[in-house]
Each structure stands twice: as C-alpha cells, then as structure tokens.
C-alpha cells in the first residue's frame, strides 16, 4: 500500500491541466487526501465538498467577474486588496461563527451541569443489562476508555498554573526580542488564544486540517492596526508567531489526547511526549533553518525556495496597518453574511431531529475549501465514495480494514516526502518531464 502511494503521488503530477485548474477544481490523485476521506465521517466530507463547490464553483468566480469594479483587476494572485482578501476573510468568518458558537455551547453544557451537581466523570457511559452482542461489547470497551483516560487526566490547577506560568514567561521576554510588540499586546494574546485554540481543536477534530495560521491572521491585523505605521509590521508578524503557537500547540496536543483515548494510553504520558517532542523540536528546527538558510538562497522569487508566505504575511501586517477600509469593496458584508449563516446552520443542526440533522453540513468543514482550494475536497470525497461501496459490500471488512488503507496511504505519501527532499537538497532532476497541453494550443 505505501508504495502504491508513492507511486501515486508522483502519478499525479501528470494530471493537472485543464481548465478547471485555475480554479484548483480537479482531482490531483493525493493519497494523503484519499486517505483521510476514509477516516473522516461521509458528513464532514460532504461538507467539504459542499463547501468547495458553493466558493469555487459560485462565489469566487462571481466575485471574479466583478475585478475592475470591486477590486483592481491587475492585481497578485495572493493580494489581500484583490480575490484573495475575499477568500481568507470570508474563510474566517465561517470559521468564528462555527468555533465560536460550539464554545458558547460547551460552556452552556457544561454550566449546566455544574448547577445541577454533575460531572461528566460521574456519568460515565454505564452498561445496564449487559447482554453478550455486538453493541454490549461496543458499549463495554468505550467504558473502558473512558475510565482509563479519564483516570489519569491532567488537574485543571496544573493546566492553568502552566499556561498562565508560560504567559507569564513570553511577556517579559517577548518585547525585548520584538521591542515593537509591547507586553500588555503579549498579555491580550494569551487572553484571546484559548478561545481561538478551542475552534482550532474542533475543526482539527473534524477535518485533521489545522488552520492555525488563519487564526495567526486575526491576531496579526489587530496588533498591526493598533500599532500602526511605527513598528506595526514586527509587532503583527510577531504577534502571529504567538496566536500560531498557541493555537497549533493546543490542536496537537487534542490529537494525541484522542490517540491515547484509542489506544487505552494514560493522558499523562501522551502529554509528557508532547513535551518532550516539543522540546526537540527547538533544537532541531532553528538547527534546519540555519542549514536551509546558510546553504540556499531563502527567498528568491527564482529559486527553488521562494518562501512565498514570507511576503504573504508581510502584505498583510502592511495591509492590518493601513486598516479594514482597504479591504476590496463589499468583503466585510460577504463576511458578516458568512458568519450569521454559519450561526444559523449550527442552530439548525441542533434544533431539528436526528434523522434531518445528519444531513445537514458543518460549516467547519465548509469554510476550509473557501481557502485552501478544491483539489482536497475532491480527494476525500473519492476517498468517502469508496468508503460507502467498500462497507455497502462488506460491511465488517469496511470497518476493520478502512483505517489500515488510509495508514498505508497516508504513510506512503509522505515517506516519499523523504527521498524527494532529499534530491532536492542535491539539486538532481528527474531524468524524464511530461507536460500536457490543450488540444488547441498543440
């Protein structure tokens, strides 16, 4: 399986031309998408599809149609004042509607629990008239879970005494590496970070797609805004750095939180890895940039590492700067639409019956197409369509083999990562190059 990947992954650079492309609407053969369209439940990847379909299928090209009018039409593809200001604020505007409204509700929950003396690890799942099927046995091994991650979970003291000791710790030391990002900016972020952390996990959960640098943005245009032109540009930039980390962190570590709860592992370890893994990686990552920087040429617009979000983020601390009124015309409108129809979509799916609900999408996994492009969505929507058939044929193998597919899927894309990276370190080109054309310009 991870060599039918491989080779998949390179069999599709060779199917990415047609008219759509411009578009990012076609099937690009990735194995890691495919894969995760087998993971992912039939709803969330009918959502992103939805979601592909109603931005790049309707709303960019309208918008598209409207260049000249409500934007220059001469601008750069990653031009916050043209399409692009369209596709990322739109983008977070579905996303805060659905983030922040599962908050409002878990914290709504969760009150209400309190009020009534209960806690949810005191009702835990409890099997009454145990009967020896299959759904008693389902019923048995999720008791199991729960009780062995909840056993041995983090206190909430040392939780909140840690976030706010590092809060602590990035205040005094972050302005005196960035002067222009005072402490009281460093101690709004910490404020704003767990709430946007919270929409990160829950979309993470759903799509296994963190977009914590779109939750980097939010921060970056406040703090640049407010700033302004003198050192406006660092202190959004370094901002950013600090939502980013926050906001990424928290995803990760939801994620190996729910591969311990599968894999009956104490949540204490599964966090003392992240830590550890955490503490690695400031050594090891700082170590390769200085390789890729002191051995290439890091930012030229001709070389093979253009690092082309090095001058998106930039454009955008600039454009925080100059303020939301340079926004392209009718783009905050499309976002306040965006954001009550994201509202209105949860309230729906929470007011009707179940057998209506779960057909209604989830806005999450709408909006992340809205950014990234079709190509994902296609790919794990095929993935989701073979899911369907394998389990309308054999249901059993279906559900005891999807995850091991999807594995072997994943796994080999990305071990070709690997030798890939490799070569282009090298500098060795492939010894063969195709190319198709329309059949109009041949």
């Known amino acids: 399986m991870c060599f039918s990947a491989t080779f998949w992954s390179k069999f599709a650079q060779f199917l990415m031309s047609s008219n759509f492309l411009p578009r990012r609407f076609y099937f690009d053969f990735s194995p890691t998408y495919v894969g995760c369209g087998l993971i992912c439940p039939h709803i969330v990847n009918c959502s992103v599809l939805l979601g592909a379909i109603i931005s790049w299928g309707f709303l960019w090209p309208f918008v598209s149609q409207h260049a000249g009018d409500w934007y220059p039409a001469d601008l750069g593809s990653n031009d916050f004042k043209g399409l692009y200001g369209y596709k990322v604020f739109i983008a977070i505007a579905i996303i805060l509607g659905d983030g922040l409204y599962n908050l409002v509700k878990i914290i709504a929950v969760t009150v209400k629990e309190l009020c009534s003396n209960s806690s949810?690890?005191?009702?835990l799942p409890v099997v009454t008239n145990v009967v020896d099927d299959e759904a008693s046995e389902i019923?048995?091994?999720?008791?199991?879970?729960?009780?062995?991650?909840?056993?041995?979970r983090i206190p909430l003291g040392f939780a909140v005494s840690g976030y706010v000791g590092l809060a602590a710790i990035s205040t005094a030391t972050i302005p005196l590496i960035f002067p222009p990002l005072?402490?009281?900016?460093?101690?709004?972020?910490?404020?704003?970070?767990?709430?946007?952390?919270?929409?990160?996990?829950?979309?993470?959960?759903?799509t296994d797609w963190s977009l914590a640098s779109t939750y980097g943005k939010i921060g970056l245009f406040i703090i640049a805004s407010v700033v302004g032109s003198d050192g406006g540009v660092i202190a959004g930039l370094a901002a950013c750095g600090v939502m980013m980390s926050i906001v990424s962190t928290a995803a990760d570590l939801m994620q190996d939180f729910k591969t311990g709860y599968l894999t009956l592992s104490s949540a204490k370890s599964m966090f003392v890895s992240q830590l550890v893994g955490t503490a690695m990686g400031c050594i090891i990552a700082p170590l390769t940039f200085y390789l890729f920087w002191s051995a290439f040429d890091i930012g030229d617009p001709n070389g093979p590492y253009k690092a082309p979000y090095a001058v998106i983020f930039r454009e955008m601390a600039i454009l925080g700067i100059e303020g939301f009124a340079e926004l392209p015309k009718h783009c905050l409108a499309l976002c306040y639409g965006f954001f009550v129809a994201a509202l209105i979509v949860n309230l729906l799916r929470d007011i009707t019956?179940?057998?209506i609900s779960q057909f209604i999408p989830i806005p999450m996994a709408m909006a992340v197409p809205f950014y990234i492009g079709a190509y994902f969505a296609i790919d794990m929507f095929v993935g989701t369509v073979i899911l369907f058939v394998w389990e309308r044929i054999n249901r059993k193998d279906a559900d005891d083999y999807a995850g091991a597919v999807a594995s072997g899927l994943i796994c080999g894309d990305g071990i070709w990562t690997i030798p890939s990276a490799i070569l282009s370190i090298l500098r060795i080109n492939p010894p063969i190059c195709m190319y198709f054309k329309p059949a109009l310009a041949s």
């Open 120 to 123: 949810r690890h005191l009702n």
């Open 139 to 152: 019923l048995l091994v999720k008791k199991k879970r729960d009780e062995v991650f909840l056993k041995d």
């Open 182 to 206: 005072k402490w009281y900016f460093v101690l709004c972020s910490y404020f704003i970070a767990p709430a946007l952390a919270f929409c990160n996990s829950y979309g993470t959960g759903l």
């Open 353 to 355: 019956p179940p057998k």
